[in-house]
């Protein structure tokens, strides 16, 4: 790894230079104000898996973070976690179901998203409808439809939405041509100037598999945090299609195909499936809702039921 910055420039949000931390890749931490977690209540990880029925589509366990996915005896580097998984990771910030959480959408328009601009709980019904269509059989899906957003509830917690939304993409290797705003964005990013960082490979090995790539923080990995943290009883897939579908720049241009592993390739045609109904089920003419709550409530009893740690 190399060395941080003595000075660092500054800041792209807040122009001073005083946010960068100094962990290794530095990171900027010059959020508004979050909001306090005193009185939130805490959650604890669960002593034993909840009663979930595990589904025949389930190719095994998800693996850890950090464990290798298959990828050839690639080792993991160590890194440290970014100032989000740390405050968000722990799914220590409030209880409740996931109904719930679809709800707290309603009070959500995804401003990064020029398709839509009705609240983002309506996308998830028309979303997962969309998937129920095309899919009869693979009710797991259908609910995949339903919750692959649920992260967004990030920027009802404090966070602001441009660390919740829009495309994600790996931080600590080159930034590929695929990444909106590219040229932009990352003109002040030290990164972008870093003898290792600036690189292809970065600080990755070749094929590590996207479960060793630190990606930008988004809703993708909080939601992916929050399914796993409780257990979800659904199939690797789904947690997969979770976690990278505001991956745009690898599963829609084929960017950073050299950081995936065998797996990550056998996963891409469900993250394409998923995206399809993500893009073009986004209708004016909203679902009604009150008729379809009881479907999918059955599924989330099915798959994720009771109280969640957010
Ligand atoms: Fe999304
Ligand atoms: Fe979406």
Wanted: glycine share 8%.
């Amino acid at each position: 790894m190399s060395p941080t910055p003595l000075v660092p420039p500054p800041c792209p949000h807040c122009r001073r230079g005083s946010c960068w931390t100094a962990s290794t890749p530095p990171t900027c931490r010059c959020t508004p104000t979050r909001p306090s977690t005193s009185s939130a209540r805490r959650c604890e990880p669960p002593d034993t898996p909840p009663p979930h029925t595990p589904h025949p589509d389930t190719a095994g366990p998800h693996p850890a973070r950090g464990e290798s996915p298959g990828g050839g005896g690639v080792t993991p580097l160590q890194r440290p976690p970014s100032p989000q998984s740390a405050q968000y990771g722990s799914c220590s910030l409030r209880k409740m179901g996931a109904m719930e959480a679809l709800e707290l959408l309603d009070q959500l328009v995804d401003e990064s998203d020029p398709d839509v601009d009705f609240p983002n709980s309506f996308h998830a019904y028309q979303t997962a409808e969309g998937i129920r269509k095309a899919h009869p059989d693979k009710d797991w899906f259908h609910l995949v439809g339903l919750l692959h957003d649920l992260g967004k509830v990030l920027a009802l917690f404090g966070e602001p939405q441009w660390a919740v939304v829009g495309d994600t993409f790996p931080v600590g290797c080159k930034v590929q041509k695929s990444v909106v705003f590219g040229d932009t964005t990352f003109r002040d990013n030290p990164d972008t100037k870093d003898p290792l960082y600036s690189t292809e490979y970065g600080m990755y090995q070749p094929r590590c598999g996207l479960e060793n790539v630190l990606m930008s923080w988004g809703h993708d990995e909080y939601m992916y945090r929050v399914m796993k943290f409780n257990r979800f009883a659904l199939p690797k897939e789904a947690f997969y299609m979770v976690r990278f579908h505001s991956f745009y720049p690898w599963h829609a241009h084929g960017d950073y195909l050299h950081l995936c592993s065998e797996e990550d390739l056998r996963m891409l045609p469900w993250v394409r499936e998923l995206n399809k109904f993500d893009l073009y089920t986004k209708q004016e003419e909203l679902p009604d809702v009150q008729q379809l709550r009881g479907y999918y409530q059955s599924l989330i009893d099915k798959y994720c039921p009771g109280q969640l740690c957010w």
